[in-house]
């Protein structure tokens, strides 16, 4: 176990935009009327299914299908990956990949040398966690088939950070090859809410709306138990996982399933390094400010440790 807490005053950049999320409201419009949960308002700005097309001008960007499923991949232009990262991303399960994923991943590849295969998995309301789960462990095993050499790594934020942790268990059970690490941004790991230190949180949250995100999680579930590890990991067995990491700030509601996550992974005796950032809000680390650079540098020293072991 490896704990790191960062507590250095916040930049002016991250207050900024504490302050228009709060301005905005964008907590209050969570919360779906439609009972199909279609995509949040707020979000239609940002929601971008498919990578920019000028991120071309920084990396080499790639469509590809499997299985009816879109799979993006990102990789640098002017050397081979020495690692390949499979990135989940994040928006309850009802949202496309975003804007500020793309550039997050676009700065990965950037500072790494990785390749990330991002897949564009199947969301609320047409789909559901049983959809979407023979897709990503098929695309897993294609992964590791391509290239049984070279490490793999899991990589999601929020939703995407939950996804990935219950793909991993989910390989894990069915014997299947692990990933060298599996790296969690801003995990929602629980989609029940039910840790009562939310509540706690919640009032200096501006960004996650708690009744939406209940209501996301049993559209995801579809009538299965809650609280089925593919679906909140954090009731899953912790043993037999490859290493982890988990970034998180205490602004976010999901900091307090985060560190019951951490107190597990110590009962379990699980490998996990955990980044605790105070004052970050949700998702911070895909942004661009000091204290997201200092994730991203955090981050990339992951992916090099990674590839130096498997060398």
């Known amino acids: 176990m490896m704990l790191f807490r960062y507590t250095e005053t916040p930049s002016i950049r991250s207050l900024l935009l504490e302050k228009m999320l709060w301005a905005t409201k964008i907590k209050e419009v969570q919360v779906p009327v439609d009972p199909t949960l279609k995509v949040r308002d707020y979000s239609k700005s940002l929601s971008c299914p498919n990578p920019p097309e000028y991120l071309k001008l920084r990396v080499t960007v790639l469509r590809k299908d499997f299985e009816g499923m879109p799979v993006h991949v990102l990789e640098p232009r002017d050397m081979n990956p020495a690692l390949t990262v499979l990135f989940l ?5 009802v949202m496309n990949a975003t804007r500020p994923h793309w550039r997050f991943l676009a700065s990965l590849v950037e500072n790494t040398g990785c390749r990330v295969v991002a897949p564009d998995y199947p969301l609320v309301p047409a789909s559901c966690y049983a959809d979407a789960y023979p897709l990503l462990k098929g695309l897993y095993r294609h992964l590791v088939a391509d290239a049984p050499s070279a490490p793999l790594l899991l990589m999601g934020d929020s939703a995407g950070g939950g996804l990935a942790l219950g793909l991993a268990m989910a390989v894990r059970d069915e014997g299947q090859a ?4 599996i790296l969690l941004l801003s995990p929602w ?5 039910s840790n009562h230190h939310i ?18 999680g049993l559209a995801w579930a579809r009538g299965a138990n809650p609280r089925k590890p593919w679906i909140s990991p954090i009731y899953g067995v912790l043993a037999g996982l490859p290493p982890l990491h988990l ?4 602004k976010d509601v999901l900091v307090a399933d985060a560190r019951r996550f951490r107190g597990l992974c110590i009962a379990s005796g699980a490998d996990l390094c955990f980044y605790e950032f105070e004052n970050m809000v949700h998702d911070w680390m895909l942004l661009d400010f000091k204290e997201a650079k200092m994730a991203m540098e955090q981050i990339a020293g992951i992916l090099a440790g990674i590839v130096e072991k498997n060398s």
């Open 178 to 181: 692990l990933p060298a690490g």
């Open 89 to 93: 991303h994040g928006g309850a399960y």
């Open 189 to 193: 790991l629980d989609v029940t809410m």
């Open 199 to 216: 509540d706690e949180i919640d009032p200096h949250d501006p960004f996650l709306n708690v009744e939406g995100l209940k209501r996301a």
């Open 247 to 250: 970034f998180i700030g205490t």
